[in-house]
């Protein structure tokens, strides 16, 4: 027996020391409808609404008196995973077609003038987000089970106009994040058993960390208005190091903790800078063209690594690269009450080293449409849709590295992704 439970705890701390975490992989860009409609395009510069907090403080000069801004996105994704080896029976194993779940992304913003140089704002959003889950008893549980991260952003902002061209700007990010990640068993519980004689099943949990910290950075922001029609904004938002501590957890006895206990773990997940360059044009009374070019430092998402009381249980270089996102739009004045405008925009993915079924992502291309209703010239209302058109994907990745160093599965995986947006804007 006591042979046994040596073995157990051998192969559980392999299993233990590496993880698979993807959560700073998936970027949030629905900060409001009226830029879901236009594929976010020319954000940093338009500034029709207290949205633009999230993407360039210094153009909040640009607001004559107190904007309020209400919203709400709805992601529907549509990502499968399937296998794509040699076996059809092995490949429907490893299905699954409903892998991201359906989420409520909800935003706020105020801003106003203090006098005729200095501008205040305050924005409550997110830029980062994920979730994606696979049943309990999933044959590939060591690499699947669930991945999740929430986030919101506490963005207050200032500015301050040089003169009737020049603005600049900034403000402070506190980021506050939820994280689960949960890996299951799956097929190695079935290799345990035989070497063993032991029960475990391939739901019981391989390791489980759920927790959540804070993190806090900065952003700058500058606004050039050439003239009344054409303006250029250019803004960054700096890294953060969100610090989580929670409770870590397995079914699996070993030194860290015996099976049902808790230990308290911690993790650092770095969350990248954005940098954006925005344009925007009043081609003539009705028409605008507008433009952006987005860079997102990926490079500091280097690896995953937690600890218990200092000894690391977790950890997996990551390796992921910036990327780049260019977006392209158009606004139309049908009347004095309806706007309506368009856009599409080509969006990389900064997961070319490393795939995983833990985040199947890919490049895309977002196409939006979008309009604002005005009841007066106080209140209007925003609406905004985009669909997401991912490119598919192969790839190989490992079962368990250390444990099973062999064992590599072939994976295919695909899928799009619905948003729609609605907001209501305020003047006052």
Not at 9 to 19: E, F, G, N, T, Y
Not at 63 to 76: D, H, K, N, R, T
Not at 215 to 243: C, M, P, Q, T
Not at 246 to 261: H, K, R, V
């Amino acid at each position: 027996m006591k042979t046994r439970n040596a073995k157990i705890v051998l192969a559980i701390s392999i299993v233990l020391s590496s993880p698979n975490l993807y959560a700073a992989g998936f970027q949030l860009s629905e900060h409001s409808a009226a830029g879901l409609g236009r594929a976010n395009a020319g954000e940093a510069a338009i500034a029709d609404g207290a949205s633009v907090v999230a993407h360039n403080a210094a153009a909040i000069t640009m607001f004559q008196s107190y904007e309020l801004s209400v919203g709400a996105s709805y992601i529907m994704p549509e990502v499968r995973v399937t296998g794509n080896g040699e076996s059809d029976s092995f490949n429907n194993l490893l299905t699954n077609n409903d892998v991201v779940d359906n989420v409520i992304v909800p935003s706020f913003y105020i801003a106003a003038p203090i006098n005729d140089s200095w501008s205040w704002g305050l924005g409550i959003f997110t830029d980062f987000g994920l979730a994606t889950e696979y049943p309990d008893d999933y044959l590939a549980g060591p690499i699947g089970g669930e991945t999740s991260l929430e986030s919101v952003i506490f963005n207050p902002a200032i500015a301050y106009r040089i003169n009737d061209n020049f603005s600049v700007g900034g403000g402070g990010s506190v980021v506050y994040g939820q994280a689960t990640l949960t890996r299951t068993l799956g097929i190695l519980a079935d290799a345990i058993n035989a070497e063993n004689g032991t029960n475990f099943k391939r739901s019981d949990i391989a390791k489980s960390l759920d927790g959540d910290g804070w993190g806090y950075g900065f952003n700058l922001g500058a606004l050039w208005e050439i003239n009344k029609d054409h303006r250029f904004g250019v803004s960054y938002r700096s890294r953060v190091n969100v610090e989580f501590e929670g409770d870590f957890y397995s079914d699996l006895p070993s030194s860290i903790a015996l099976p049902g206990e808790k230990a308290t773990g911690d993790l650092t997940l770095n969350l990248p800078s954005i940098t954006e360059f925005s344009g925007f044009h009043q081609i003539t009374t009705p028409l605008a063209i507008h433009y952006s070019v987005m860079m997102t430092g990926w490079d500091v998402f280097e690896e995953i690594r937690a600890t218990v009381d200092g000894q690391e249980v977790l950890q997996k270089d990551e390796n992921f690269e910036n990327s780049f996102k260019y977006a392209l739009g158009a606004t139309y004045q049908l009347n004095p009450s309806f706007t309506l405008r368009a856009g599409i925009a080509y969006d990389e993915t900064p997961n070319v080293n490393d795939q995983s079924i833990s985040l199947p992502d890919s490049d895309r291309i977002n196409y939006s449409v979008g309009a604002t209703y005005a009841f007066n010239r106080n209140s209007r209302i925003d609406f905004g849709f985009t669909f997401i058109d991912a490119e598919e994907v192969t790839f190989t990745e490992p079962l368990e590295p250390n444990v099973l160093p062999d064992v590599n599965i072939a994976y295919r995986s695909e899928g799009d992704a619905y948003v729609y947006g609605i907001q209501y804007k305020h003047s006052f």
